[in-house]
């Protein structure tokens, strides 16, 4: 009862006009601790450009010099960018197909499914780089698409080899030995992993968008296609941005098949002929860090397209509603 | 068959959930044209039911036709086979649902989710969808709200678009599960009022709702289903007015005292 404001009646009016609380003008928290950290930053900061502006190993100049190499630069577009956006490809693509099929009815397409991420999940990459590079030894005589087991069809029926095609061995070794041979590995490996998110990303789509689609009359794929995933996306698409920084890096691995335009190969080249190993890996730090800091601007508005309609605090697509607005202007409200 | 067959013809429909059975023998004739309320306690398989004429579920035994055709199966050579996933969808284009909660594609705007069916699935090119759906969202009062995503959206208007959302595959059927039940009261009477405009329209309906009033002012029919059965079927003045069935006047009674709570 007392906590009752003393509102109303105009005898009052004076009174409670004086009494009535007006704007806040109060005294903000103090935070000196934020200060004595700012200060000790400061102190850091200080001792850690002293470092890289005095130490003569750094060698500034040679850092630059490093980095406009022609073969590093190729290094970095060809081995470094082209195989991280190849191999995302491969792996985004075959990873929602893998989640597709392990969340499929059918206990074939999810077994499948089930065994690649357990098999491909399963590899340190550089182990897998460098069995692709070295594949061609299985293929001593060449690898043919045909029918299994047509030389005994052949004895048994005469029917021939039934070939489609043959890959010579060495051109199997120029195929697996480019950074052809990089993205597909390594866009296998990441498929695996990437199953695992977009499976994540499919289940955390209620169950009622699916069954609201299929009572409209669409298809699975349509379903799937129209509604899930790209509901799907808002989960999917932080971890990938994730996956992909991985990647970027992970490019460096090439080495194990051996493909050596690639980035920090050259630069490590360069090092070791020079004797100026500190500056190129600071070279090679630079280049990641500019390409990674690419990639996060690509993540958010890849995050904001798909967080489409999510939270509410979004104002209506202007271009939506005028068009909406012209087409009812008959109607108005009932 | 008969011009005049009934739209929706089920026959002794049993589901079971593992050893759980929910539908024990349902029986249910819907007219062309005609409303058909289905009332009943939580559980005694409502849902379940409705979701069956869809195929959303399927179900054990019995048989459901909508329109002269058999739901989920089709009859060779004295078997039934099972439909695929196809044919099915195809079945599901003539029957709308509306959902308890909505269920809107949050991804799309109004105008979207009721462009989605038709587009998608009756193959209706754009520009023509467009102008169907501002019709639609004109008739459930929704026209200036076309470029707003379902997050904007109040649950009663939420609740029309989803309405308008399976008007505009012109379905012969609508089903309602309980539209208004995640409603706030204030809400309700919209979305209602939508659909009372529907039924005079002669759309055929089967509306599981627990209002009463609804039922007893739109309804052709009213079934009363508990624990798997129906228990009692007439018209809303039979079964609402003089209901001749304990477990329904329990039932009655139980529902006024909490809508006058
Ligand atoms: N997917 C399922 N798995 C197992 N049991 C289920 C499933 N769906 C429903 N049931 C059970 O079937 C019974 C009937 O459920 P149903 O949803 O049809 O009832 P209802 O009449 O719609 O009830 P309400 O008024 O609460 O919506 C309930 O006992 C429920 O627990
Ligand atoms: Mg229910």
Known sequence: MSAQPPVSADGQAGASAEERPGRIEAVPVRHPGRWVAVAVIAVLVAMFLHLLLTNPVFNWPFVFEAMNQRVVIEGFIYGTLLVTLGAMVVGVVGGVILAVMRLSPNPVLSGVSWVFTWFFRGIPRLVLLTFTGGI????????????????????????????????????????????????????????????????????????????????LGMTRSQTMRRIVLPQAMRVIVPPTGNEVTAMLKDTSLLIGIP??????????????????????????????LAATSVLMVGQYFLEKRFGRGFGSRMAPKPKAAAGAGAGAATGGAK | MSPEQPLVRALNVHKAFGHVEVLKGIDLQVERGQVVCLLGPSGSGKTTFLRCINQLETFDGGRIWVDGKLIGYEERGGRLHRLTDKRIAAQRRDIGMVFQRFNLFPHMTALENVTEGPCQVRGVSKREAKLEALALLERVGLSDRAGNYPSQLSGGQQQRVAIARALAMKPKLMLFDEPTSALDPELVGEVLEVMKELAAEGTTMIVVTHEVAFARDVADEVVFMDGGVVVERGTPAEVLGAPKEDRTRTFLTRMRSEHHA
């Open chain 1, 136 to 215: 061609g030894a299985l293929f001593a005589t060449g690898l043919s698409i045909g029918v299994p087991f047509d030389f005994l069809l052949d004895r048994w029926f005469g029917t021939g080899e039934l070939r489609l095609f043959t890959l010579s061995q060495t051109e199997i070794n120029v195929l697996v030995g480019s950074i052809f041979g990089g993205i597909i590995g390594l866009g296998l490996s990441e498929a695996a992993y990437m199953a695992e998110i977009a499976r994540a990303g499919i289940l955390s789509v209620d169950r009622g968008q699916q069954e609201a689609a299929e009572a």
């Open chain 1, 259 to 288: 493909v050596t335009a690639e980035l920090f190969f050259q630069l490590r080249n360069i090092g070791s002929t020079t004797y100026q190993l500190i500056p190129v890996f600071v070279a090679a730090i630079l280049y990641y």
